[in-house]
Structure formats: structure tokens, C-alpha cells
């Protein structure tokens, strides 16, 4: 088997840790859900998984960045960012842009989806603005993230291996290019209906 095809020793134990956090985000997501429609509850398990990865993954991430570095680190998280190091080699030692955006991560976007959680369950009337504001976030540190290292000409990432390209690298952040957009999608949708809502009873009462 060529050198594209070969897998690392980790890979499997993280592919099981992330469908494990899938598994549990969805879970919650669907309980908090119970009783509201379909596209709510998809949205809250969601966003139940994206605040799992943010507080679980990537919150550690930064503690062992800061406290030396993920090559030299230990332990299930150390092994799965270790794992993600072979697609993108900044993850491996000290970035200064991978740092500083992970702690924006954490901080703003993982705050930012359990804020929204809590507007969706108790349907506050700052639900859109919120979600407005997670997906722009998460859709820039998604660009912050790879175009600096793409008008380098991507000398960190790791195109050769299916599993680090395709997976790793094109799978994983596609789905936080994907979601957002479908949630801007959404609210930009129920912002309009709520216009058009508004503008008719004013008309009732002109």
C-alpha cells in the first residue's frame, strides 16, 4: 500500500473521540430540543457539538500551547491534535495565528453557542442576532485560519495523504464552512418573515 494510503497509529482513537463528542452533541442537542420543530432541533445539536469541540478539544489545545507544546505533550487530547499535526504542522508547535485564533475560538465562539442554546430553548428575541454573529465568527476564523498559509503556498499542510487532505483537512473544516452558512441562511430567512410579519400589522393599524 503506498504512502497515500497509510494511517497513523492515532488515527483511530481520534476519529472515535470526535463521533463520540458527534454523538453526545446530538444527544443533548435533541433533548433540549424535544417539542420544537425539526430545523430547531437540528440546529441545537449543532451547535451542542460545536460547543463540545470548542470547550473539549480545542480548549485544551490552547492550555498545552501555552504551557509548552502538543509535540511534546501527552494524553488522549495531545494524541488527537498530534494526529491533526500530520495535515497541518502549525498544530504541532507554538503558531501565533493558530494561538491567538483558538483562544477567540474558545472564548467568543464557544460563549457564544451555549448563549444561543439558552435563546433558542427559551426563544429570546436576540436568537437571530446571536446566531448572526457565532456564524461570522466561525467563518472567519475558518479563513484566518488557512489563507495566511495558502498565499505561502501551503507549506504546513499535508496534500499527498487522503486521509490528512481529504478528511482532516477538506472534510472537518468544511462542515464549519457548511453549518454556518446554512444557519445565516436560516436566520436571514426568519428575519424576513419577521419583517414582512411586522410590516403587515402595521398596515392593520394605519
Known amino acids: 500500500m503506498g504512502a497515500g494510503w497509510e494511517l497513523g497509529t492515532a488515527a483511530g482513537p481520534s476519529l472515535l473521540l ?3 463528542l458527534l454523538l453526545a452533541g446530538c444527544a443533548l442537542g435533541l433533548r433540549l430540543g424535544r417539542g420544537r420543530g425539526r430545523a430547531d432541533r437540528g440546529v441545537l445539536a449543532w451547535l451542542c457539538y460545536d460547543a463540545l469541540v470548542h470547550f473539549a478539544l480545542e480548549g485544551p489545545f ?10 511534546d505533550s501527552e494524553g488522549l487530547i495531545a494524541s488527537l491534535w498530534k494526529e491533526y499535526g500530520k495535515a497541518d504542522a502549525r498544530w504541532l508547535y507554538f503558531d501565533p495565528t493558530i494561538v491567538s485564533l483558538e483562544i477567540l ?8 453557542a451555549l448563549v444561543l442554546i439558552y435563546a433558542i430553548v427559551k426563544e429570546k428575541y436576540y436568537r437571530h442576532f446571536l446566531q448572526i454573529t457565532l456564524c461570522v465568527c466561525e467563518l472567519y476564523g475558518g479563513w484566518m485560519t488557512f489563507f495566511p498559509d495558502w498565499l505561502m503556498g501551503s507549506p504546513n499542510l499535508n496534500t499527498n495523504n487522503w486521509l490528512y487532505f481529504g ?8 462542515v464549519w464552512v457548511l453549518m454556518p452558512g446554512l444557519l445565516l441562511w436560516q436566520s436571514w ?18
Open 105 to 112: 475560538t474558545v472564548v467568543l465562539d464557544g460563549s457564544l
Open 18 to 20: 470526535c463521533a463520540a
Open 167 to 174: 478528511v482532516y483537512l477538506v472534510f472537518f473544516n468544511s
Open 189 to 206: 430567512v426568519e428575519l424576513k418573515k419577521m419583517y414582512y410579519r411586522g410590516t403587515s400589522s402595521g398596515k392593520k393599524f394605519q
Open 62 to 71: 490552547v492550555y498545552l500551547s501555552f504551557v509548552g507544546n502538543i509535540a
